[in-house]
């Protein structure tokens, strides 16, 4: 395993469509959050699942947002009637119990999304 | 509404000089406070601190925590052009984490 996977990696898209990214998390960590990240800006969270339960979702997470990690291994993150300030990247991060310990998140490479 | 605010948010330094990142925060439910680096793509993990004026160190980088004014500190010294990046703060607030915007570090040669 070498480390949390996600795709695609970029995605363009017109504004309207729906959109959906995956994560692959570290396989023995059984949690896992999404961010956004925009320009200048520090990662914002949007969810976290802790195994198959999604225990919180930001106020700032909309109805056109949806996240599953139905068998608790991989998640998806699904935007549909994408709008233009959909546009930033989309961070995956993973953790298990001991490394929540030492604070340590492990993340992905991130999704970029481009709404045109 | 939980808050962390990094100062200051742009810097530019020449190689060899001294840097101190600032981190502020105003939260509920404080556990740990988390530094973390970012260059091109995925933070990556630098510091854990939970514990008031107990320095970590890890080479050129060190970082420590004031619970009583809410804050922490990252220092970097003798700086490298490989220390470019932008340098998060993140709170962990239960088992969530909360970014600030964080710092972006230029050294230039």
């Known amino acids: 395993d070498t480390g949390v996977s996600q795709n695609p990696r970029h995605k363009i898209t017109k504004r309207g469509q729906n959109v959906t990214f995956r994560c692959d998390p570290i396989s023995e960590h059984n949690r896992l959050y999404w961010y956004r990240q925009t320009l200048g800006q520090g990662p914002e969270f949007l969810t976290y699942?802790?195994?198959?339960?999604?225990?919180?979702k930001s106020r700032l997470l909309s109805d056109r947002f949806s996240a599953e990690r139905p068998k608790g291994s991989f998640s998806t993150l699904e935007i549909q009637r994408t709008e233009q300030g959909d546009s930033a990247m989309y961070l995956c991060?993973?953790?298990?119990?001991?490394?929540?310990?030492?604070?340590?998140?492990?993340f992905g490479e991130g999704s970029r999304l481009t709404v045109l | 509404e939980d808050k962390v605010v990094q100062s200051p948010l742009s810097l530019v330094v020449h190689e060899g000089d001294t840097v101190t990142l600032n981190c502020s925060y105003e939260?509920?439910?404080?556990?740990?406070l988390l530094w973390y680096k970012q260059e091109k793509k995925a933070p990556t993990f630098l510091f854990m601190l939970t514990s008031s004026g107990i320095e970590k160190k890890s080479g050129r980088l060190s970082s420590i925590l004031d619970k009583k004014e809410l804050s922490s500190i990252l220092n970097i010294t003798a700086t490298q052009t490989g220390d470019s990046a932008i340098y998060l703060c993140a709170v962990g607030i239960g088992d969530d984490m909360r970014f600030g915007a964080g710092t972006r570090l230029t050294v230039k040669p």
């Open positions: 991060a993973s953790s298990s119990q001991t490394a929540m310990n030492t604070g340590e998140l492990f």
């Open positions: 699942f802790q195994n198959e339960a999604q225990l919180e």
């Open positions: 939260v509920t439910n404080f556990r740990s």
